[in-house]
Each structure stands twice: as structure tokens, then as C-alpha cells.
């Protein structure tokens, strides 16, 4: 075999083991701890894994779980409970595929070098769930918020249908 084959091969092989072993967007729980600074990590990856945990909980149904991704004053202020389970009662299936648009920074500052302000407003769409129904899921959510720490988590979900009507609210609409 010559020089120039065995490279190709290698490049082929590793080129097979890259694909093979890509990462992929589980449902599975994933555990937050909002109280931690993100600053070591990309948004885009806390946005993303933020995404997954509320399409598992849409899935499952699970108010509590969905719940605890709200920030405490968005959950002292809102009547969580009746707004999850009417959000819920308007998501019809369990979603087969999604993607995540615009999972980046929505806006961040800083005072004397250290970050005091993140927040974020990534957007899940093209949600196809197996009753065939399409929806897109927006929420803004703080991951730094020293001056008021009760800030820190989802402000807002919205769902909306697959004409981007507005059909469900959970938290404050103000924050979108």
C-alpha cells in the first residue's frame, strides 16, 4: 500500500470516528445549578442543555420538574402551577425532533471586570411531536444576576404554533 493510500485511510478512519461518536441531544434529566457562575462556560451550551430540559419536561409532563427551572421570582409572582398545567393541556404529543435558534447572549455587563448581568432568549423550533402538530418554544432566562439573585433562572416560556401564534404563556410575557 502507498504513502499516499495509507493517509487517506487514516484520514477516512478518523473521519468515521469523529461521526460515530458525535454528541447528540438526549432526554434525559439534567441537573441546574443556577446559583453557579456560567461564566467558564459557553451560553450557547448552557442554553442548549437549558432547551433539552424543557422539552423533557413538556414530554413527560412534569410541572414540578419545569417548574424548578423558573427563577424564585417569576415562581413567587406568577401562579405557576395553573399556567403549566394550561401550557401543557395546549402541547399536544411528545416531540420526536427540534432544533435550538438563537441560543446566545441576549445581553450581559460588566462592572470593575466582573460579570453581574447574563441573560439569554434561545428559541426551540420546529417542534414535531408524533400527533403531528409543530410548535416553537421561546424563553428568556438570567444566568448571572448579582444585584437581585432571585432573578436567576426562566423569567418567560412561550409556545407558540406552528403559524408563531402565541398560544401559551408561563411566567412573565414582559421579559420576550
Known sequence: MSMLMKKH???????????LTGC????ESLDF?????YSHHLVTDYSYNL??????????????????????NTQNYYNMDSEILNTFNCYNGVSESYSV???SRAGDAYKDGKMYDEHFRPKITNIVTD?????SIEF???????YDPGW???GVIVLYDSEENVIAVIGGYDWI
Open 33 to 37: 445549578d443556577f446559583g453557579t457562575d
Open 24 to 27: 447528540s441531544l438526549g432526554t
Open 51 to 72: 432547551s433539552a430540559e424543557i422539552i423533557r419536561c413538556f414530554n413527560e409532563k412534569d410541572s414540578e420538574g419545569l417548574k424548578s427551572l423558573f427563577c424564585t
Open 101 to 103: 435558534k438563537y441560543a
Open 152 to 154: 436567576v433562572g426562566i
Open 9 to 19: 485511510l487514516g484520514v477516512f478512519i478518523l473521519l468515521i470516528t469523529l461521526f
Open 131 to 135: 400527533t403531528g402538530n409543530i410548535y
Open 140 to 146: 428568556t432566562a438570567y444566568s448571572v444576576h448579582d
